[in-house]
Every structure is written in C-alpha cells, then in structure tokens.
C-alpha cells in the first residue's frame, strides 16, 4: 500500500477468509509508526499467497480470441509473402 494503513489489533471470527483479514501484514510490510508483533501463522504454500500460486498453476491454459485472431492474421499475411515470394521468382527467371 502506498499509504499508511492503521492496524487493528481485535480478534477474527476463526472462518474469515485471510483476504479479509483487517489486522495482517504480509512479507514486506513496514512498520511506519508505533510497534508490533509479528506471529507466523502459515508459511509456503499454505499462505494466501501460496494458495492463489498453486490455484494459477492448477488452472488449463486457454488461448485467447486476440490469440486466435494474431495467429490467424500471421498465417494470412505469411501465405501472402510466400506466395508472392514465388511469383517474383518465376517471373524473374522467365523475364
């Protein structure tokens, strides 16, 4: 966050989803003012940020329609210079 955010220290319901957690710091938080006490609560792929890599990584890849449309437009646009290509020779070597 760009600017400081001030940090509750009230207790969760134990099935709040760690996303709405109002009282976390992730790695890389500074403390800008005041103290704090950090507790290790999960750590590797059972963080929130580790479920969310493990669910992107879970996930089929699925092309997209401005995929298609690029692939699509490259094979027209090849065909055309090959073809060209081709018909430049011929008639370079008749001529």
Same mark, same amino acid.
């Given at each position: 966050?760009? +600017?400081? $955010?001030? %940090?509750?220290?009230?207790?969760?319901? =134990? +099935?709040?989803?760690?996303? +709405?957690?109002?009282?976390?710091?992730?790695?890389?938080?500074?403390?800008?003012?005041?103290?704090? =006490? !950090?507790?290790?609560?999960? $750590? !590797?792929?059972?963080?929130?940020?580790? %479920? =969310?890599?493990?669910?992107? %990584?879970?996930?089929?890849?699925?092309?997209?329609?401005?995929?298609?449309?690029?692939?699509?437009?490259? %094979? $027209?646009?090849?065909? =055309?210079?090959? $073809?060209?290509?081709? !018909?430049?020779?011929?008639?370079?070597?008749?001529?």
């Amino acid at each position: 966050e760009p +600017d400081d $955010i001030e %940090m509750k220290t009230k207790e969760m319901a =134990v +099935d709040t989803s760690p996303q +709405d957690f109002n009282n976390t710091c992730f790695f890389g938080t500074n403390v800008t003012k005041g103290s704090g =006490v !950090g507790i290790v609560s999960r $750590i !590797g792929d059972h963080t929130f940020m580790g %479920m =969310v890599a493990l669910l992107t %990584m879970n996930t089929k890849a699925e092309e997209t329609p401005i995929s298609k449309e690029i692939k699509h437009f490259i %094979m $027209i646009v090849s065909a =055309v210079a090959m $073809i060209l290509g081709v !018909g430049f020779f011929i008639v370079g070597v008749f001529l």
